[in-house]
T-cell receptor, first 114, second 114 residues
């Protein structure tokens, strides 16, 4: 069945360092890959996404890369700040059609140490 | 900026009771979803809804669950006879036009079944 694996489950970095979170997906029909940030007790917030016709996308300190052949995608956060501390979820979804469900990874707890 | 809203924020119920969780999606969105998140775990897809019918449901979404869009603004999730294992955070999400997968999540309803 559809599955998204995410690593690492926890990540601790020093403020200013970079953080990388990696995901793999099983459904080759997946064409849309969002990343959500979830602070404790709050809703998942979309921070960046990428579609399969693009290999990389960047938004200020955040970037996402996609390797469709290997079915891998990664989130890169540069110059981390304490406010980046949260749980990050990757997800995958088939593109278009009537169903755009998201299959989530298991999450990465990022702790940025000041 | 428009947001998805959900009520109540917290619902406590006795096992076997019926609960209705309410959501108001973003007004011009066409696709609606329910997800759940058991404490400390990943977000799991329950059901997607489009054009006044279910477009897809997961294995979790059994006969005890139902969804409805009773009017032009609300989207509800009903659990007919709650079980202890239904205790979770339930998120509503919505997205816009077909092919645009960005899903925006509501703040969630924490359901506690005693």
């Amino acid at each position: 069945g559809e599955n998204v694996e995410q690593h690492p489950s926890t990540l601790s970095v020093q403020e200013g360092d970079s953080a990388v979170i990696k995901c793999t997906y099983s459904d080759s029909a997946s064409n849309y890959f969002p990343w959500y940030k979830q602070e404790l007790g709050k809703r998942p917030q979309l921070i960046i996404d990428i579609r399969s016709n693009v290999g990389e996308k960047k938004d200020q300190r955040i970037a996402v890369t996609l390797n469709k052949t290997a079915k891998h995608f990664s989130l890169h956060i540069t110059e981390t700040q304490p406010e980046d501390s949260a749980v990050y979820f990757c997800a995958a979804s088939p593109y278009g059609g009537a169903t755009n469900k998201l299959i989530f990874g298991t999450g990465t707890l990022l702790a940025v140490q000041p | 900026e428009p947001e998805v809203t959900q009520t109540p924020s917290h619902q406590v119920t006795q096992m076997g009771q019926e609960v209705i969780l309410r959501c108001v999606p973003i007004s011009n969105h066409l696709y609606f979803y329910w997800y759940r998140q058991i404490l400390g775990q990943k977000v799991e897809f329950l059901v997607s809804f489009y054009n006044n019918e279910i477009s897809e449901k997961s294995e979790i979404f059994d006969d005890q669950f139902s969804v409805e869009r009773p009017d032009g603004s609300n989207f509800t999730l009903k659990i007919r006879s709650t079980k202890l294992e239904d205790s979770a955070m339930y998120f509503c999400a919505s997205s816009g036009l077909a092919g645009y997968n960005e899903q925006f999540f509501g703040p969630g309803t924490r359901l506690t079944v005693l």
